[in-house]
């Protein structure tokens, strides 16, 4: 009788991957969104209803809005609310040790050697890591992870494929890139109904039972979307971004191309190069939904660079299989106790490198505007504030009886002009003017951004604090502002 | 089927002598070659560089090497010196494309603005001939080599204009056309020397021949096949001719009016320059929103494409030359123009979107009526001096300049980043505070310091420091908002192309509160 192996060398493998992922995530704490969210969380449990309304900006008080996210912003709540900043970082450590063990197995699943999977999960780890921090966007991934092993399975044994219905009502409710989900499903449906090869790649027919199954599953997945506490409304959301939301997409960083020059960008060439060298090597032949699927996911992320982690997913199964660094694992040769010893050491050091909450408080403190919001609050300062973009989460979440101007949420702040009347502001197009137009009584911004050179060449403006971080500057009573007075 | 060749024989009849029938036989079948199908492909990208070119003449470094090769012929001799700004006067430069000005001027001359639209026109013609050529010579059938060759010219918009690079690709273009004449007969290598000569002297982009000839010898040191991908050694008599001229070339590199300096120049631009490439927008990465990236998307996915359902043998060098080009491509806008080249004849065997061209059934006639009509297209839409004046007038300050001329304003100007070459050229007399030359102005520290200035970062302190009196600038930049602003700061001209500010005499900058 044969031994089972009860912790095999793969899992040791995992435990390395999983350790990658915490000294990434551990230097990406401070998420300017994050805030919100957690007030957004804490007003649901405190008021046992969802926001139909904005109540923390006073650019946008009243303006209807959907929280698109609310269930995502449960689990960093609670975590919050019982270990802190400690809290945030754990919920988000184990969404990401999730996603890529998923991609990590599915790797496997295909039939790649765990030491060559795990070296291109490690790859994919550090191309995704542009979008690590504590992100709703990672609860979206993790549904898109589960969806690939669904798919995967089906294709394999024609079966488990009722999981998706409740996997995409769990996911609208989690985050918007539900609709990745939908794309990928209809690359599976359309690369089965052809059948044949073409040079290097091939595609196999759905039998009738199994294109009936996932016509099926499909209709009942979009059908499952509309289980959300704001109706078809949140199904159209990701479709009003595209359409409605231009300055979104043009002005906010993570949604611009990538830039080669930078790290991420030497990543993503580094992509590009991997897969013109599998396409040229490797003897193994590419199904057309693996085509379509890197086609898309390649496209997507080079123009936006936030998707370079749904690039990094996508591609961990499909490379893997491709490569062979490393000699085959043989399960014959395996030794359980050193694998499992060597995991437990693993997780040690996971454990003793975790930052403790002055660390992460350090962190956060580098980035927000902590010691000017303690001023303002000291000094009971009440008027209507101006502030830097990644600023107006934070406001709301540590000083909540503070009004602010605009925040993360985006959505809201594109439809009424106030985001695009930030934008030139920021970028000096008649900044004294729209101030003006806001009735803006102070400005809180970083100290080196050149809206602060301009004010503090300004008569109509005085500095009242400053820090490292941020500047605080008050409005000059008697003298309205210089561009005003010129237009009178 | 009856073919052109055959139509004169008939037409003759059976009166005509022999040798008149024959004189008519070759007659038309110098016809039915110029007139061929993939001569009229040629015309249609002649057509498509038309109409990209016809547009593109308002270059902000034209008139700064206008202005050198006036210098040049005037004096016989090249500008060693900077004599041109205020910031920079005296620096010494390097007029590392003298060569290239002096065609632009002599057009200039006889010619305006047409003779300089002229001049880069023809030798992007002479490009992408070259381009299709090598498609062609590649085994592409010429319907998808025009395709290719087409996907080129889209990708080297980003470089057309009366611009001095393009005597660079175009020697970039008789390299590869002479190395794939070496494969194919081992013969004329003789050639490099003179051009890597002409080339240095033209423009900096010698060292990506450099590459490519290295490239070129490295990749033939090794023979056998992985996938797709082949290599074939060389025999030791190619390789010996190889090495001796890529000797022979870096040798020819130092015929040059500068010497060792202008070889080292491209290495300088790489060390000593970080502002230049990290601030001027046609140094800065592929950005994939705009329709340059999608170009450059569609280059990357037909590239893996061509891998994936080609049963293309690829060249190992022609591989290492694409990976290359990408990289530099996708890294530096400005060189999507050498990717384009690079790729285009390399893609163009794999597209198989046509079916194959059939010289019997070629149309000569109606082949020459489409070339007859696109040459008569170019001539009729050629752009008239008023018109490319009016393109010039709508992104240079020609009427502020009229107005400082008219004042005899004459103190230091703090002018746009753009427009310095443009004020050298059109009012020789004011000196600006920076032009497109960029590297002496790296060098000494005006360049940071101007980019500090227009992005509001010290501003009022930098233009303390050079003691402007003048700032010439577009009227919605921050810098111009911000000297509105300031009370010792007056607008004295505007227009819609710019605004001249005034500084009031008496009065410091940083320490002046705005005005009210």
Redesign the interface.
Known sequence: MRNRNFFPFPILWFSIIALEISLVANLSIAESDIWFHLRNAQQLLTSHSFLHADLYTFTSAGAPLLNFEWLSELPYYLAFQSYGLRGLLAVYLVVLWLIFGGMYYLALRRGANCGDAALVTMASVILGSYSFGPRMLHFGWLCLTALLIALERFRQTGKGLWVLPLLFALWINLHGSWVFGLVVIGIYMISGLVEGR????TAERWTPAQLRKLVIISAASVAALLANPYGYKLVWYPFDLLFRQQPV?DKIVEW??????TGY?KLA?LM??A??AA???S?RR?ELRD?LLV?FA??TS??HVRFLLFAAIILVPVLAPRVHVFALYDPKKDKPWLNLAMTAAIVGLVLWAYPSTPQLQDTIDAHFPRAALQFIQQKHISGRLFHFYDYGGYIEWDAPTVRTFADGRTDIFVYNGVLDDYLKIN??????ELLDKYKIDYVLFPVDK?LC??LD????WHTIYEDKVAKLYERVPA?AA??K??SE | METLSQLPLEVAGPTTSARSVEAQSTAARLAANVFSFPVMCMFLLVAAIFAFSARAIAEPDIWWHLRNASHLLQYHSLPSVDSYSFTAAGSPSLDFEWLSEVPFLLAFKAMGLQGILAVYFAVLVMIYVGVYFRACLAGADCKNATVATMLAVLLGVVSIGPRMLLFGWLCMVGLLIVLDHFRETGKDLWILPPLFCLWINLHGSWVFGVVVLVVMIASGLVQGQLGPVVARRWSPVELKKLLLALAASLAALFVNPFGYKLVLYPFDLLFRQPGNMKHIEEWQSVDFSTGNGKLAMIVIFSLLAAALFSRHRWRLDELILMGFALWAALSHMRLLFFAGLIVAPILAPCLKLFPPYDRKLDKPWLNAGIMAAIVGSLIFFFPSTAELQHQVSEKYPSTALAFMQQRNLGGRTFNNYLWGGYMEWNAPQLKPFIDGRADIFVYNGSFDDHLHATMIQKSFEILDKYRIDYALLEPDQPLSYLLQHSPAWQPIYSDKVAVLFEHTPGTGTAEMAPKK
Not at chain 1, 198 to 201: A, H, I, L, R
Not at chain 1, 457 to 460: L, N, T
Request: hydrophobic share 50%.
């Open positions: 073409w040079g290097n790649v997409l611009q191309s990538v830039d080669f020059h960008g060439m590009i190069f897969l013109l396409t040229l090597w003897p590419w085509v086609t390649v496209g080079l123009t970028t000096i197009e008649k900044p004294f050149h050179y301009l060449h300004s008569a109509g003298a210089p561009s007075a010129e």
